[in-house]
């Protein structure tokens, strides 16, 4: 099975588990994000970031531009309940 077809199942069966007034809710917001135009303001492949500094596993700043000093960067975003 295509990620896309599990993605639509998944989205599918919690669809079905909302009540309707939840669902209507979720999908006006959704609907009203996709409106808003976010989606030209994100980076495309091939961007540049901007410098960002953020905290590693000891809390201690990480600048992006040190370590740009060494090479390449490819930055990882984890989502999730840990």
């Known amino acids: 099975m295509k990620l896309q077809d599990k993605l639509n199942e998944m989205k599918q ?6 009540p309707p007034e939840v669902r209507a809710i979720m999908q006006k917001a959704t609907e009203d994000l996709a409106h808003s135009g976010i989606m030209d303001k994100v980076l ?3 961007d540049k970031l901007p410098e960002f ?3 590693d596993e000891h809390g201690t700043p990480v600048n ?3 370590l740009l000093q ?3 960067l490819v930055v990882t975003f984890y989502r999730g309940v840990w």
């Not at 069966?13 to 909302?18: E, G, L, P, V």
């Open 13 to 18: 069966k919690s669809a079905a588990s909302m």
């Open 44 to 46: 495309k492949p091939g």
């Open 64 to 66: 992006s531009a040190d």
């Open 53 to 55: 500094i953020l905290e």
């Open 70 to 72: 060494n090479g390449p």
